[in-house]
């Protein structure tokens, strides 16, 4: 990897390293909780709209992750930091 794809993952991970510190031993259920059930939802998604079945969990389980929305911010360019192509993603370009 180059330094500067790490340089720019810093930001977004302290922001989850702050989110662990507030949410505390909980912080994690809600993230994978968030993860799973976003994840069935997408596909349920996907399964009615004929949208791609990844795509849509991967925007219902992490895109949209409230704790990912609030990372991504974080970032200078957060509208490129990550993209999906599913109907599902709350924020886009």
Same mark, same amino acid.
């Given at each position: !990897?180059? #330094? ?6 810093? +930001? ?5 390293? %702050? *989110?662990?510190?507030? =949410? #505390?031993?909980?912080?994690? $259920? $809600?993230?994978? @909780? %968030? *993860?799973? #059930?976003? /994840? ?10 004929g949208d791609n079945v990844a795509d849509s !969990?991967?925007?219902? #389980?992490? @895109?949209?992750? +409230? =704790?990912? @929305? *609030? ?6 360019? +957060?509208?490129? /930091?990550?993209?999906?192509? /599913? /109907?599902? *993603? %709350? %924020?886009? $370009?």
């Amino acid at each position: !990897m180059s #330094g500067d794809l790490n340089a720019s993952a810093v +930001p977004h991970e302290n922001v989850h390293i %702050w *989110q662990g510190r507030v =949410f #505390g031993d909980t912080f994690f $259920k $809600k993230y994978l @909780t %968030w *993860q799973v #059930g976003g /994840s069935v939802a997408g596909a349920a998604y996907a399964a009615y709209s004929g949208d791609n079945v990844a795509d849509s !969990m991967d925007a219902a #389980g992490y @895109t949209n992750n +409230p =704790f990912e @929305t *609030q990372a991504f911010l974080s970032n200078s360019d +957060p509208y490129n /930091s990550y993209d999906s192509d /599913s /109907s599902l *993603q %709350w %924020w886009r $370009k």
